[in-house]
Structure formats: structure tokens, C-alpha cells
């Protein structure tokens, strides 16, 4: 029961609880769709561009030990990609098919060990971009 008489006109809240599920996901401090598409994209691509490098330097390796190790490297990088895709396409989007600039910058790289060195450098840079994205907090909708 109210203190409203009978004649005052209804008041309309203006964010009532049964609309929040219309809300955009950032309203409730979660990331938006667009922003988690376009970061799952962005390692997408590094990986990729990990992938076809540690498989090339598989290649060009005369050394069995580091052959291996790039080869191994590049099944992880590969079981990533997969992954980063699968989620992309949980999300109702098209994974990205480039390959990210890092390819092109570590093949340029003609002495093997210091294109590891560049690869490992990636791998610090991808560890950065995960600790950014901890603190989104993905919308489960």
C-alpha cells in the first residue's frame, strides 16, 4: 500500500529490474561481445603467426634438438588457434583469418637463434595481452 492517492499519475521508474537482461553487458561491468571478439581475434592471429613461424624454423633448423622443439612449440601454438576459434565461433563470429605482423617481423629475422629469442619476446607479449584481459569479465548471454 501506497501514500499515492488513487488520481496522482503512475510513476514510471526509469531502470526497472525486470529490464536488465536488455542491458548491454558493459552495464553490468562486463565486457561487451565486440571487445572480447576483437581481443580472442588478436591472439588468434599471434598465434597463427607463431604457429607458421616455429614451423618455418622447424624447417630451416639443421639441429634435431631445436627442430623438435620448434615443432613441438608449434603444436601448442596450433592447439590455440583451435581453441581461440572455437570460442570465437561460440560466440556466433567468424575467427579471423590473418596472420598477425609478428610473422613477418620474426622470419625477417635470418640468424635462427635470435628469431627463438624474437619468438620467446611473443610469447611475453602474449602473457601481457591475457593479464589485460583478466579483468574483463565476459557476459554470459
Not at 18 to 41: H, I, K, P
Not at 53 to 82: F, G, H, K
Request: include cysteine; charged fraction near 25%.
Amino acid at each position: 500500500m501506497t501514500n499515492q492517492p488513487d488520481d496522482d499519475p503512475a510513476v514510471e521508474v526509469s531502470s526497472p529490474a525486470c529490464s536488465t537482461q536488455e542491458a548491454d553487458d558493459a552495464y553490468g561491468g562486463f565486457a561487451g561481445r565486440d571487445e572480447v571478439l576483437a581481443s580472442l581475434n588478436e591472439l588468434l592471429e599471434a598465434e597463427r603467426a607463431g604457429a607458421r613461424v616455429t614451423l618455418e624454423t622447424a624447417r630451416a633448423a639443421d639441429n634435431t634438438t631445436i627442430a623438435e622443439l620448434m615443432r613441438t612449440i608449434q603444436r601448442d601454438e596450433s592447439r590455440w588457434c583451435a581453441l581461440l576459434s572455437r570460442h570465437i565461433k561460440a560466440l556466433g563470429a567468424a575467427p579471423s583469418p590473418n596472420v598477425g605482423a609478428f610473422y613477418a617481423k620474426a622470419m625477417a629475422i635470418a640468424d635462427l637463434g635470435e628469431r627463438i629469442a624474437f619468438l620467446n619476446r611473443g610469447q611475453g607479449w602474449v602473457a601481457r595481452k591475457l593479464r589485460e584481459m583478466l579483468p574483463l569479465r565476459v557476459g554470459n548471454r
